[in-house]
């Protein structure tokens, strides 16, 4: 598996230098694109690396299957109410459909869907992004995993379209608190840095039955393993969904720090990272690397 996964590593390099950081968050724009990182953890708790695996980077949208999980946990199925379960066909912060939709998000995948999804952790906990960042060390084992400040005031400072979308929500009865604490705690999320070790093992819940790391521990049931995983797939890569499911068919999650997450049911997580990204915002080289990882993991055809 380690070498295997330093062949997919020199393999993906091939793609650096196509794409761009993304710089709509000035504190982002400032990453090396040249960066790679694979990370994989396995089932049965094996740990193997490539490349920039360590270093940790912010996880943006990728914090958003943190906050489902969460909410999922808290407000069950009335979650739906909230927001919908459906691919939008349209960027992750567009806010087209919003309005005509009654301030109701499509998925909670889209940048309005975490924002609802946020609303609902800052009812249910008195400090939801602390939670959320407590859950996060517990998950990957790492004590040490921080809501990078620098990112937080950037967003913050930078957030028109995401306030946007959460005034809209608020006429439409569709925020119960107030605009700017939701917006922080979303934003707080999005801020979190870690890394591709950090968040395969984190995430491993999603391939291990709702299993968190190491045995014993059940952090959700596997029927919401199975929905989170299904939500993945069709909202994960946002208006890429459908390219990315045809192409490595794995449940995913990108985040515009570069990262995506992948989920092999049964298996292990893989986690890729490099930063520079394609007009629907997800990391153009650690596509590459799981679109690898994917087509390794069969096994070949028997001979004819
Ligand atoms: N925090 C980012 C935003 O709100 C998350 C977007 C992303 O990673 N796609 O715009």
Not at 89 to 115: C, Q, T, V, W, Y
Not at 225 to 240: E, L, Q
């Amino acid at each position: 598996m380690q070498r295997w996964l330093e062949d997919i590593h020199a393999r993906a390099r091939t793609r650096l230098g196509r794409g761009r950081v993304a710089d709509y968050i000035p504190a982002l724009a400032r990453q090396d694109p040249a960066r790679l990182g694979i990370a994989v953890y396995t089932n049965a708790g094996e740990r193997y690396v490539a490349g920039d695996a360590e270093t940790p980077f912010s996880i943006q949208s990728i914090a958003k299957v943190l906050l489902l999980t969460l909410a999922l946990r808290t407000h069950g199925e009335a979650l739906w109410q909230r927001v919908g379960l459906n691919p939008s066909g349209m960027p992750f912060n567009s806010l087209a459909l919003l309005e005509a939709e009654r301030g109701k998000p499509r998925n909670p995948f889209i940048n309005a869907g975490a924002i609802a999804v946020a609303d609902c952790l800052v009812s249910a906990f008195v400090t939801p992004d602390k939670h959320l960042r407590d859950v996060a060390r517990r998950l990957a084992g790492n004590a040490s995993i921080l809501i990078d400040d620098e990112v937080l005031a950037s967003e913050w400072q930078h957030r028109a379209r995401n306030a946007a979308a959460a005034y809209l929500m608020k006429a439409f009865g569709n925020l119960d608190n107030e605009v700017d604490e939701v917006l922080r705690t979303y934003f707080s999320c999005c801020a979190l840095a870690m890394s591709c070790r950090d968040l395969a093992i984190a995430l491993s819940f999603l391939a291990s039955d709702g299993h968190a790391r190491g045995p014993g521990e059940r952090f959700v049931s596997p029927g919401l393993t199975r929905r989170i995983n299904a939500i993945m797939t069709t909202c994960g890569m946002y208006d890429a969904a459908g390219d990315f499911a045809y192409r490595v068919g794995l449940p995913a999650k990108s985040g515009v720090g570069g990262g995506i997450v992948a989920v092999v049911p049964g298996r292990m997580t893989v986690c890729a990272w490099s930063p520079a990204l394609d007009d629907s915002g997800n990391s153009v080289a650690a596509q590459h690397a799981l679109e690898l990882f994917a087509e390794e993991l069969d096994p070949p055809p028997p001979d004819a």
